[in-house]
């Protein structure tokens, strides 16, 4: 299986083939290359919706489903499309798929092993264990907004916000003690730039590199004596009673710091932006809850897309899936749907909306760490708000080719 668009040796000519080719097919051609798409990705989505809700894209080599109603029956329907790609036809897939091959992340499973490990990690983000960690998450989220600095300074909230706060929280729950390390949060970013299914060889080639490294970094932290109560201790004790390999828990621990930081940074650094962008006296900045917390998340859609591979045949709004193939299912699109057939319905709450949304995915791969990012993301943006409540916006600048997450470089502000 080849990983990342190869644009060596397909190159321009091949590109503008795939384009042409799928717009004879279906009246328009889906490329998330263009910077139209990158400023807005929402527009791409909202024209698939409309005129080609399941779609083949030549560019990708796979199908795009964009609607809420398909995009939440994939993603209950694991027995047909499973989370896999190994046994997909394709030429190209992102190249996170072939990090570790012998060793895949838990969202890359398919039960029963998916359902066994995922059971060794599930107690450590549920509601109860959530609640216990709530007063040292606050204390590291107030420590880190009291130290960006005075009201009217201009910062930059991606490293010293956004990105802090993930890693912090993080250390509560693993006992790692990852987060005076820089290099961790470099290394992240560049390995998930490998779940991007335009990810240059380039760019697989340097999220394999700090994959390694950061493999390396937490071989060392691992070694070092557990806290009890710790998820680090608590795997280490299923290795010892032989429910889990060492590499299996390693293996763990490494999704979990994937997982668990750079889509909440993103999430913190968009909201962010979109909060401080407010006039100061905007109702939505006085006071942050869960439900507004919710409601911007699924806004956000920090992880736009999820893929799985189709086991047999199948059709979806007519159009035939071969076994093997592909598919995108786009949470943000389908998020987008959601909240525009709620308008025209007028019946739904905010409430009923965020339970269906499927930001968090949906299914048996619903994100583990929920509970965790959504407390995360209130304790964050209501302190921000509280201690700097003129904080505004000057500029932000979205990260470059990225399809699967919405990632910012920068949001500058004046707190
Ligand atoms: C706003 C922040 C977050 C968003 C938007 C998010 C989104 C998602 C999505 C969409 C999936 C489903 C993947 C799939 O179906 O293929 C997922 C899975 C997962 N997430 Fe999150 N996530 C967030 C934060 C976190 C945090 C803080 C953690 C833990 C520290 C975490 C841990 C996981 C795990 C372990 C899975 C895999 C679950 C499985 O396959 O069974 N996530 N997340």
New binding site residues.
């Given amino acids: 299986m080849a990983s990342g668009y190869d644009t060596k040796t397909r190159g321009l000519a091949w590109l503008h083939r795939c384009l042409a080719d799928e717009r004879a097919e279906y009246g328009l051609a889906f490329n998330p290359l263009r910077d139209a798409f990158q400023k807005a990705p929402e527009d791409a989505y909202a024209e698939l919706r409309r005129r080609s809700p399941v779609h083949y894209s030549r560019l990708l080599d796979c199908w795009i489903v964009t609607r809420y109603e398909e995009v939440a029956h994939l993603?209950r329907e694991n027995d047909v499309f499973r989370?896999s790609p190994h046994t997909t036809t394709q030429a190209l897939v992102d190249p996170y798929a072939t990090l570790d091959p012998d060793r895949p992340s838990?969202?890359m499973l398919d039960p029963p092993a998916?359902t066994r490990l995922?059971g060794a990690?599930r107690e450590a983000?549920g509601p109860e264990a959530v609640r216990r960690l709530t007063p040292h998450l606050e204390e590291c989220v107030r420590d880190v907004v009291q130290r960006l600095g005075r009201p009217g300074d201009r910062v930059d909230l991606v490293p010293r916000f956004a990105g802090a706060i993930?890693l912090r929280v993080?250390d509560l729950?693993t006992g790692l003690d990852m987060h005076g390390a820089d290099d961790v949060t470099g290394w992240v970013s560049d390995i998930v730039l490998g779940l991007e299914p335009i990810a240059t060889a380039q760019t697989a080639q340097r999220a394999l590199t700090s994959y390694r490294a950061l493999g390396k970094y937490l071989d060392e932290r691992r070694a070092r004596p557990a806290r009890e109560g710790s998820l680090h201790w608590s795997l280490l004790r299923s290795v010892r009673a032989g429910r889990l390999t060492d590499a299996e828990a390693r293996q763990l621990l490494m999704?979990?710091v994937l997982?668990?930081t750079k889509?909440?940074s993103d999430?913190l650094a968009s909201a962010a932006r979109h909060l401080s962008a407010l006039p100061p006296r905007a109702p939505e900045r006085r006071h942050v809850d869960s439900a507004l917390v919710d409601d911007l998340?699924a806004r956000v859609?920090?992880?736009q897309i999820?893929?799985r591979t189709a086991a047999v045949p199948t059709v979806l709004c007519g159009r035939r899936i071969r076994a093997g193939q592909r598919i995108l299912l786009v949470?943000a699109s389908a998020n987008r749907d959601l909240a525009a057939g709620a308008r025209e319905d007028g019946g739904e709450t905010g409430t009923g909306r965020a339970r269906r949304a499927v930001?968090?995915?949906g299914g048996?791969?619903?994100?583990?760490?929920?509970h965790?990012?959504r407390l995360?993301?209130r304790y964050a943006l209501s302190y921000l708000l509280e201690r700097f409540p003129e904080v505004r916006l000057t500029g932000a600048t979205p990260s470059r080719r990225c399809v699967t997450l919405r990632s910012w470089d920068s949001v500058i502000v004046h707190l």
Avoid at 364 to 370: Q, Y
């Fill in positions: 993603l989370s838990l969202f998916h995922r990690v983000f993930p993080l729950v999704f979990l997982a668990g889509t909440v999430f998340i859609s920090p992880v999820v893929a949470l930001a968090f995915g048996i791969h619903r994100c583990l760490g929920a965790l990012a995360e993301g």
